[in-house]
């Protein structure tokens, strides 16, 4: 067979689901030894189209070819022992096992072939780690980790299992920029090596920084294919959805009123019994977004759960919400307080994913506001309300009755934010509300986040994304060490200044 250079065909892909055409006779080609960028709106059919490369999904009609020859994985180990690496948008790891445990599972090193040598997996595991600069703790357990690690840990999944092409769907969501950094010296080293990459992004600086080539998507269907030298952001941006993007929050001056939230020597420890909150004080006003910015593993987590009731916080801590002492309120009698949450892990905390897009419009608030005291729900008034998420937040399903699992990441990030939002909240916490979502729709959900400020809210807002809170925050923290530290008003402090606090604190000065 003749080398073309191509690693991967996909040839004419259709795959429907009911009356979804997720993907519509897509062709794409990728060469060895590159790095290839797969883009487009949220629910254009990138997902889908490497669950049909994997055989997760049976396609409807087209073929894969790879190396040359035609192929059809039985399913997704089959492709993984084809050197077919996926990592899932949604993590794919077991809680209660270690990280090490995870790595290896059903690919340990065998002693005479028979024994488990635990030994050797580690070593191995730990050379990948050491190779591609991942530092992730191996023997701790999965359920205690930041979300931003375990996205590492996915990566050394599939790299200890000898992948050569590599597809990493959004890898970068919730990475800081030292783990993005840290995560491209490692793709662009892996092409260097002959390694291939398929890299699904919603961020364009990612595409121009890493990528070979570009292909994007819209509507199922493939809308083009560029290379970054040829292109700049704006026009990819327009490529993606299809008019101008401006990329940029329209930011108003607040006018902050009576003060919603109050935490006073904050103290939080997470599952291991180690302190992670040490001590922290914030006052925060209605009518104001502050953002709080941090490295992965600062406290801002357990900050963020104590706050809402996820967490119990320790003695002598404060929180008031409106005056009233809160601290020993669960999530639920918050919420049924006024207090919105939109956690940064979508699948876990925010949607029940076997469920259909109208129960999880309302959950959490179906016994408070509206829908209080009824003994049945009122399907019409629910009906509604998720009909009035979905056309807002314009989150694509075929009905409010499809289940959420089958719903885009992006999507199902929409409705989490739109549930949260739609309500009439005093208070909103918010964790990256942006995870995930495509560039035509992150200005419109960084709109709603100021207008509901400017209605009254107070708005917490917590994200990996420090260019968000830049531009969304009236008042800026940096997180680092368990502590909060002062990063000035709206546009006070630079980007390189606030950085440093992120990693240093205020231990520079
Ligand atoms: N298992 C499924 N059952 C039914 N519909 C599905 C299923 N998987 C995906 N879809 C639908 O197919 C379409 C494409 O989804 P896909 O997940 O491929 O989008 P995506 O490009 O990855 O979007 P995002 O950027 O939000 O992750 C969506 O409309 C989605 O609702
Ligand atoms: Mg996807």
């Given at each position: 067979m003749e080398d073309n250079g191509l690693i991967l065909q996909m040839r004419h892909i259709t795959k429907t689901f009911g009356s979804v055409?997720?993907?519509?006779?897509v062709s794409v080609s990728v060469r060895r030894g590159t790095v290839t960028a797969l883009i487009g709106e949220n629910g254009a059919g990138k997902s889908t189209l490497m669950n049909v490369l994997t055989h997760i999904h049976k396609p409807d009609e087209g073929d894969i070819v790879l190396n040359g020859k035609p192929v059809r994985f039985r399913n997704a180990l089959d492709a993984a022992q084809h050197g077919i690496g996926m990592v899932y948008q949604e993590f794919m790891l077991?809680?209660?096992?270690?990280v090490l445990e995870n790595i290896i599972l059903g690919f340990e090193r065998k002693k005479g072939g028979i024994f488990i040598d635990e030994i050797q997996s580690r070593r191995a595991v730990e050379a990948i780690c050491e190779r591609y600069h991942f530092n992730i703790?191996?023997?701790?357990?999965?359920?205690?980790?930041p979300v931003s690690l375990l996205q590492q840990v996915e990566i050394v999944k599939v790299l200890y299992r000898g992948a050569e092409l590599l597809i990493l769907?959004?890898?970068?969501?919730?990475?800081?920029p030292q783990g993005i950094e840290g995560l491209f010296e490692a793709i662009r080293f892996l092409a260097g090596q002959g390694k291939t990459v398929i890299f699904i992004t919603h961020k364009l600086k990612e595409v121009f920084a890493v990528a070979d080539d570009i292909v994007v998507m819209r509507d199922g269907t493939v809308a083009g294919t560029a290379v970054p030298g040829r292109i700049d952001e704006h026009e990819l941006a327009g490529m993606m959805v299809g008019r101008d993007v401006m990329l940029q929050a329209r930011k108003r001056p607040a006018s902050p009123a009576e003060v919603v939230l109050q935490a006073r020597n904050l103290r939080v420890r997470d599952g291991n019994g180690v302190?992670?909150?040490?001590g922290v004080d914030l006052r925060l006003r209605a009518g104001e977004i502050m953002g709080i910015a941090g490295?992965?593993?600062?406290?801002q987590q357990q900050l963020v759960e104590a706050l809402f009731g996820l967490r119990e916080a320790e003695r002598g801590s404060e929180i008031r919400l409106l005056g009233e002492?809160?601290?020993?309120?669960?999530a639920r009698d918050r919420r049924l307080r006024g207090v919105g949450y939109v956690p940064q892990d979508r699948l876990g905390t925010g949607v029940?994913?076997?469920?259909s897009v109208w129960e999880n419009a309302i959950m959490g608030y179906h016994i408070a506001?509206?829908?209080?005291?009824?003994?049945?729900?009122d399907r019409r008034e629910t009906g509604e309300l998720a009909r009035r998420i979905v056309r807002l937040y314009d989150?694509?399903?075929?009905?409010?009755?499809?289940?959420?699992?089958?719903?885009?990441g992006g999507n199902i990030q929409k409705l989490v934010v739109g549930r949260e939002f739609i309500?009439?909240?005093?208070?909103l916490i918010i964790e990256?509300?942006?995870?995930?979502?495509?560039v035509g729709a992150v200005e419109f959900i960084w709109e709603q986040i100021m207008l509901l400020a400017e209605a009254g809210a107070a708005v917490l807002l917590v994200s990996h994304e420090l260019n968000e809170v830049m531009q969304l925050a009236d008042r800026v923290a940096v997180m680092y060490n368990g502590l909060l530290f002062d990063g000035g008003?709206?546009?006070?402090?630079?980007d390189r200044e606030l950085g440093l606090l992120m990693t240093r604190g205020a231990g520079h000065e």
């Amino acid at each position: 067979m003749e080398d073309n250079g191509l690693i991967l065909q996909m040839r004419h892909i259709t795959k429907t689901f009911g009356s979804v055409i997720a993907n519509n006779d897509v062709s794409v080609s990728v060469r060895r030894g590159t790095v290839t960028a797969l883009i487009g709106e949220n629910g254009a059919g990138k997902s889908t189209l490497m669950n049909v490369l994997t055989h997760i999904h049976k396609p409807d009609e087209g073929d894969i070819v790879l190396n040359g020859k035609p192929v059809r994985f039985r399913n997704a180990l089959d492709a993984a022992q084809h050197g077919i690496g996926m990592v899932y948008q949604e993590f794919m790891l077991y809680r209660d096992l270690t990280v090490l445990e995870n790595i290896i599972l059903g690919f340990e090193r065998k002693k005479g072939g028979i024994f488990i040598d635990e030994i050797q997996s580690r070593r191995a595991v730990e050379a990948i780690c050491e190779r591609y600069h991942f530092n992730i703790p191996l023997n701790e357990k999965i359920n205690d980790l930041p979300v931003s690690l375990l996205q590492q840990v996915e990566i050394v999944k599939v790299l200890y299992r000898g992948a050569e092409l590599l597809i990493l769907d959004e890898p970068t969501s919730v990475l800081t920029p030292q783990g993005i950094e840290g995560l491209f010296e490692a793709i662009r080293f892996l092409a260097g090596q002959g390694k291939t990459v398929i890299f699904i992004t919603h961020k364009l600086k990612e595409v121009f920084a890493v990528a070979d080539d570009i292909v994007v998507m819209r509507d199922g269907t493939v809308a083009g294919t560029a290379v970054p030298g040829r292109i700049d952001e704006h026009e990819l941006a327009g490529m993606m959805v299809g008019r101008d993007v401006m990329l940029q929050a329209r930011k108003r001056p607040a006018s902050p009123a009576e003060v919603v939230l109050q935490a006073r020597n904050l103290r939080v420890r997470d599952g291991n019994g180690v302190l992670r909150v040490r001590g922290v004080d914030l006052r925060l006003r209605a009518g104001e977004i502050m953002g709080i910015a941090g490295v992965a593993g600062s406290g801002q987590q357990q900050l963020v759960e104590a706050l809402f009731g996820l967490r119990e916080a320790e003695r002598g801590s404060e929180i008031r919400l409106l005056g009233e002492d809160i601290v020993k309120k669960s999530a639920r009698d918050r919420r049924l307080r006024g207090v919105g949450y939109v956690p940064q892990d979508r699948l876990g905390t925010g949607v029940s994913p076997e469920s259909s897009v109208w129960e999880n419009a309302i959950m959490g608030y179906h016994i408070a506001h509206g829908f209080r005291s009824k003994v049945f729900l009122d399907r019409r008034e629910t009906g509604e309300l998720a009909r009035r998420i979905v056309r807002l937040y314009d989150v694509k399903t075929p009905g409010i009755d499809n289940r959420v699992k089958n719903l885009s990441g992006g999507n199902i990030q929409k409705l989490v934010v739109g549930r949260e939002f739609i309500q009439k909240n005093r208070l909103l916490i918010i964790e990256d509300p942006t995870r995930g979502i495509d560039v035509g729709a992150v200005e419109f959900i960084w709109e709603q986040i100021m207008l509901l400020a400017e209605a009254g809210a107070a708005v917490l807002l917590v994200s990996h994304e420090l260019n968000e809170v830049m531009q969304l925050a009236d008042r800026v923290a940096v997180m680092y060490n368990g502590l909060l530290f002062d990063g000035g008003r709206h546009g006070e402090l630079t980007d390189r200044e606030l950085g440093l606090l992120m990693t240093r604190g205020a231990g520079h000065e």
